[in-house]
């Protein structure tokens, strides 16, 4: 066994070959040259006692290297995700390294490789990233260091960290990226809007003193008279609103866009979405449907409830079936029984798939405040826009506008019957949905 292990992690370098062909050239004109005979088996054995000395110190220390992948505990849908590697070198001297590591099979990359030095007896660490476009369990294979000294004839594999496991979550990355800005002030940065609101729709806060930019139509007068001061009322947000995110997960978010399915956008919107509503003390839940209602989470303001909202997206699989728009509407009717802002996640790309669910979204949108978000086809813009050279590319591009204005008939239809509109880019999803609702804050709607 310990000489099949020995031959399995032995493996021999170009530098090696090129110098027994060197060797071999000058076996081949010690036929002209006999002189030469002799220095070809000098240099024969001189390589092969090189050779001995480079294996015999790779295989003198056990554990000539130790690595170890630092795996996080999670991945992030649709980010960058980073994975740093230790390497501890235990040899007396200074190596090379060639590292291979075999990464999941749903990345489909097999080129992995990354080179470095490591001098004696110290610790290097090097990072690489990967950026996961599905949700699921991801399994590392083998991280294969292949080592090898200056001289450099023979190269020793070593293996660590097999089969490692990591799961992909929502892209909670995204998540706090928004729930940073929203306390940092910036969020115009990134497209979100200051919303202006309208009268005092407000919960009253606090009295406190005036300071350049106040609203003067907030000034308290009797504060101000009794302080001999300016003093102002100081209003907050309403808070403990329930919010409802309502997924549609069948066939037609399936639908893939830049890596990602509809589906995956909707719910990594949800969770950034959730988490800025949560920090603004509004109550969140959550609703998934297909042909049947797959998961219901009710409303709640607990600082825990985003981890149970993140571990209920993550278990979201689209249904290759349509959606029963009939009992998503019985299903709020009968369980949601506040007046609630409800967040339609979907997608229609006909005008007549509209028409067939219109009864229901007004029903919903009777009790509630219903904004219904589905998606613009990007795909269809460079086709819009390419010139037309051909009598086949004139109909392409004459359906393609059709499907373009039916999205626009959707939207002046369902906003003609009273329902909230939001009609997006995929990668523009998170940023609109966070506006519309600091917008229907802002005025008060709900």
């Known amino acids: 066994m310990k000489g099949i292990r020995f031959i399995r992690s032995l493996y021999l370098t170009q530098r090696l070959f090129y110098a027994l062909a060197v060797i071999s050239v000058g076996f081949l004109f010690s036929y002209w040259f006999p002189a030469l005979y002799l220095v070809s088996w000098l240099c024969l054995w001189g390589l092969f006692l090189v050779f001995l000395l480079d294996v015999t110190v790779l295989y003198k220390n056990k554990e000539g290297i130790v690595a170890r992948r630092l795996l996080p505990e999670k991945f992030?849908?649709?980010?960058?995700?980073?994975?740093?590697?230790?390497?501890?070198?235990?040899?007396?001297?200074?190596?090379?390294?060639?590292?291979?590591?075999?990464?999941?099979?749903?990345?489909?990359?097999?080129?992995?490789?990354?080179?470095?030095?490591?001098?004696?007896?110290?610790?290097?660490?090097?990072?690489y990233e990967l950026q996961p476009h599905e949700r699921g369990e991801y399994v590392f294979g083998n991280l294969n260091l292949y080592v090898n000294t200056r001289i450099s004839l023979a190269v020793r594999r070593y293996t660590f960290e097999k089969d490692q496991m990591v799961k992909v979550y929502p892209s909670f990355i995204q998540m706090k990226k928004y729930a940073f800005l929203a306390i940092d002030n910036k969020l115009s940065q990134y497209g979100l809007k200051k919303i202006r609101r309208l009268g005092h729709t407000m919960e009253f806060e606090q009295i406190k003193d005036y300071v350049t930019g106040d609203d003067v139509r907030?000034?308290?007068?009797?504060?101000?008279?009794?302080?001999?001061?300016?003093?102002?009322?100081?209003?907050?947000?309403?808070?403990?609103?329930?919010?409802?995110?309502?997924?549609?997960?069948?066939?037609?978010?399936?639908?893939?866009?830049?890596?990602?399915?509809?589906?995956?956008?909707?719910?990594?919107?949800?969770?950034?979405?959730?988490?800025?509503?949560?920090?603004?003390?509004?109550?969140?839940?959550?609703?998934?449907?297909?042909?049947?209602?797959?998961n219901h989470l009710g409303a709640s303001s607990k600082k825990t409830h985003l981890n149970t909202i993140m571990?209920?997206?993550?278990?979201?699989?689209?249904?290759?079936?349509?959606?029963?728009?009939?009992?998503?509407?019985?299903?709020i009717k009968r369980k949601i029984t506040h007046r609630s802002l409800i967040l339609l996640y979907t997608n229609f790309e006909h005008i007549t798939g509209l028409e067939r669910q219109l009864p229901y979204l007004k029903g919903i949108a009777r009790r509630h405040v219903l904004v219904v978000i589905f998606f613009e086809n990007t795909e269809l813009e460079d086709l819009i826009s390419k010139k037309a050279t051909s009598t086949t590319t004139v109909y392409h591009k004459a359906i393609a506008q059709k499907f373009e204005y039916d999205k626009k008939l959707m939207v002046k239809e369902l906003e003609k019957h009273g329902i909230q509109t939001v009609l997006t880019k995929p990668e523009d999803l998170t940023v609109k949905t966070i506006n519309k609702y600091l917008e229907i804050k802002a005025r008060g709607i709900l």
């Open 76 to 127: 992030s849908n649709s980010d960058l995700n980073e994975v740093p590697v230790e390497v501890k070198n235990n040899y007396a001297f200074a190596i090379h390294i060639n590292a291979i590591d075999e990464i999941p099979v749903q990345f489909q990359k097999r080129d992995f490789s990354k080179e470095l030095d490591i001098p004696a007896r110290t610790r290097k660490r090097f990072h």
């Open 218 to 294: 907030t000034i308290n007068w009797k504060a101000t008279a009794k302080r001999a001061n300016l003093m102002v009322n100081q209003y907050q947000d309403e808070k403990s609103q329930p919010i409802y995110s309502v997924i549609d997960a069948s066939r037609m978010m399936k639908m893939p866009f830049e890596g990602l399915t509809l589906l995956d956008y909707a719910i990594n919107s949800t969770l950034a979405f959730s988490n800025v509503a949560l920090k603004k003390g509004d109550k969140t839940g959550m609703v998934t449907f297909a042909h049947t209602i797959l």
């Open 311 to 331: 571990e209920v997206l993550y278990n979201i699989n689209t249904k290759f079936l349509d959606s029963d728009y009939g009992r998503l509407y019985a299903e």
